[in-house]
Nanobody, 127 residues
Framework: QVQLVESGGGLVQAGGSLRLSCAASRRSISSFAMAWFRQAPGKEREFVATISGSGLLTNYADSVKGRFTISRDNAKNTVDLQMNSLKPEDTAVYYC????????????????????WGQGTQVTISS
């Protein structure tokens, strides 16, 4: 089992930046794709960004492309999400997730590909 703990959420003004971090424990995540999803009030959870186990491949939702950057440090067993030029519509609970599939060179956009989830961290962007 993998335990994931997110941190770094908070309240910022539109145009500002935040960096989310996800720390994994109990097992190495170095061979597994990781991702960030988010869920806004009254909406379904949606894909934000994903990164392959090697860290060489990334994929982003169109809504965050060019503003968000996902990265990982396999030595530290962490995955980060750098969020710049934040907008009020980025307000949501952000979840870190790890795939259950061996995926050093793959990225996944679907929730069904992920089996381990963190508890989420709130990000609020004021206008």
């Amino acid at each position: 089992q993998v335990q994931l703990v997110e941190s770094g959420g908070g309240l910022v003004q539109a145009g500002g930046s935040l960096r989310l971090s996800c720390a994994a424990s109990r097992r190495s995540i170095s061979s597994f794709a990781m991702a960030w999803f988010r869920q806004a009030p009254g909406k379904e959870r949606e894909f934000v960004a994903t990164i392959s186990g090697s860290g060489l491949l990334t994929n982003y939702a169109d809504s965050v492309k060019g503003r968000f950057t996902i990265s990982r440090d396999n030595a530290k067993n962490t995955v980060d999400l750098q969020m710049n030029s934040l907008k009020p519509e980025d307000t949501a609970v952000y979840y870190c997730t790890a795939s259950t599939r061996y995926s050093p060179s793959s990225t996944y956009r679907r929730e069904s590909e992920y089996g381990y989830w963190g508890q989420g961290t709130q990000v609020t962007i004021s206008s």
